[in-house]
């Protein structure tokens, strides 16, 4: 197969024949152009192979847009950058749901909208109850907001706005409750309700951290650090968990049922559960004497050991949002007077050498979000299996966002990719008695 580039279109001939198709270039806002290759099958008789999707584009989309190669990421047009600094996660959440930054009664009427949604159904309590106390809290949550889909009938037609529209408060209001639950189960202290005189991420936070006999203050310096480490997870474009959430969405499930796949999707090491890995890898160094024997590990081969933090399928620069969370770690751990911190301290060093190492050079690997989320988030009290859970929190809004423009896509179909098959050929059925 050979391809000539023309204006708006690539030529594309099937060698050895004299077929060949025109394949038309679609223009986005900003970005490389795609191939449009639908009629590839029909006209050339051959499919496209990209294992892991790296350059296919699976849907139109008005959300976010990274570019890799220089770092920036942009929600619906504004720079992560300015959001983090001067916005707030609910007005965000505003942004990527609707498109356009709120204006003041708009945002105030979307916060109450928030808040009049954030308790959970009194029977969905009683699912806690089925799990282990030893139960890891990314299973809880997946399990209760897949029950959710029992609980909120009025929301699951998917062909009405307002039900998607409803599905959308329920799920950006009930993640941090259902969230906290499962922390507070994990540690038999009881649930404790949501309070709508608090901020979305100070209310989690006393979720999280209070109990009943005693009043909580929120540190106003933990709840905007917060706010912020929301902000920077609340969507990432076409990654693992939100394909993932837009394929169940393709088969008309419902959004409980969508959300709680994009969950599971999220929790493997390789994404969600990077800064759980993290954390893991810094202890398991232990001493910034052991990091050079680790690195040389991490660049064999031989071995399977990567260096958690670091590459991004995407970014082949610097993470945007990882210089952010560099400086919020900084300021948190000053907040709550942890000067030296020895993970901290390990955290640095490792991140000093690898940047100049040739292995990490060569291959672009930089420091992902995920590097200082989860030192941030140990000094705040989270413990590490919790790390992954509060991405979910985040990225709630992302794909609930996404779910409704692809819902609302009328080009789009139920996702169904194709394969090369390397399996046995036809063949005739063996009766028991003649294999051996
Ligand atoms: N440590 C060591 N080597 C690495 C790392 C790493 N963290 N990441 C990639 N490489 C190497 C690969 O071994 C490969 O080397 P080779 O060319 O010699 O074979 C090369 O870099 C390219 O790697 P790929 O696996 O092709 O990169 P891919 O884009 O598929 O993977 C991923 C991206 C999964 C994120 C990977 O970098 C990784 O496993 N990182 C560690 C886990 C992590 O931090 N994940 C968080 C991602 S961000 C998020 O989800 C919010």
Redesign the pocket.
């Known amino acids: 197969m050979s391809g000539t580039n023309a204006a708006g279109s690539i030529t594309v001939t099937l060698d050895g024949t004299n077929k060949s198709t025109k394949l038309a270039l679609k223009p986005g806002t900003i970005g490389p152009q795609v191939a449009d290759i639908r009629k590839l099958y029909d006209e050339l008789g051959v499919f496209t192979y990209d294992p892991?999707y790296?350059n296919t584009a699976s849907c139109d989309s008005t959300i976010t847009y990274i570019d890799g190669d220089v770092g920036v990421l942009l929600h619906r047009g504004y720079p992560i950058e300015q959001l983090a600094e001067k916005s707030s996660f609910l007005e965000v959440a505003y942004l990527l749901l609707n498109g356009e930054l709120p204006t003041a009664a708009q945002k105030s009427e979307f916060e109450l909208g928030v808040l009049r949604h954030n308790m959970v159904h009194e029977q969905l309590r009683s699912f806690y109850n089925g799990f282990r106390r030893d139960a890891h809290p990314m299973a809880v949550i997946c399990g209760v907001v897949g029950a959710m889909s029992a609980f909120y009938h009025d929301s699951l037609d998917i062909s009405n706005p307002e039900h998607r529209r409803i599905a959308a408060f329920r799920l950006i209001a009930k993640l941090p409750t259902i969230a906290a639950w499962a922390y507070k189960y994990s540690i038999g202290e009881p649930f404790m309700y949501p309070r709508n005189n608090l901020g979305y991420a100070e209310n989690f936070l006393h979720m999280m951290n209070a109990v009943p006999p005693e009043e909580y203050k929120v540190n106003p310096v933990l709840a905007r650090a917060m706010d912020r480490i929301l902000i920077l997870?609340a969507d990432?474009e076409q990654?693992?968990s939100t394909s993932t959430v837009r394929l169940a969405g393709s088969t008309g499930a419902n959004p409980f049922a969508c959300i709680a796949a994009g969950i599971a999707s999220?929790w493997g090491?390789?994404?969600?559960?990077?800064?759980e890995?993290?954390l893991k890898m810094l202890a398991e160094i232990g001493h910034v004497d052991n990091i050079k024997g680790f690195i040389e590990r991490?660049?064999d081969?031989n071995s399977s050991?990567?260096?958690?933090?670091?590459?991004?399928?995407?970014?082949k620069n610097y993470?945007p949002?990882a210089k952010i969370m560099m400086n919020s770690c900084h300021e948190v751990l000053s907040e709550l007077g942890i000067k030296g911190d020895p993970l901290l301290d390990l955290a640095m060093e490792l991140e000093k050498i690898a940047l100049n190492d040739e292995?990490?050079v060569q291959?672009?690997?930089y420091p992902?979000?995920?590097?200082y989320s989860g030192i941030i988030l140990k000094a705040m009290g989270f413990p590490t299996s919790m790390f992954t859970v509060l991405?979910a929190v985040a990225r709630t809004v992302g794909w609930i966002s996404q779910w409704r423009e692809q819902v609302e896509d009328p080009t789009q179909r139920i996702g169904r990719p194709r394969q090369v098959y390397t399996g046995a050929k036809q063949r005739d059925y063996v009766p028991l008695s003649q294999r051996g």
């Not at 090491?269 to 800064?275: E, R, S, T």
């Not at 050991?305 to 970014?315: I, K």
């Open positions: 892991g790296g997870h990432h990654n693992a999220l090491p390789a994404h969600g559960g990077a800064n890995a993290v991490v660049k081969k050991v990567r260096l958690m933090g670091f590459g991004h399928r995407v970014y993470d949002r292995y990490f291959r672009k690997l992902n979000v995920d590097f991405f």
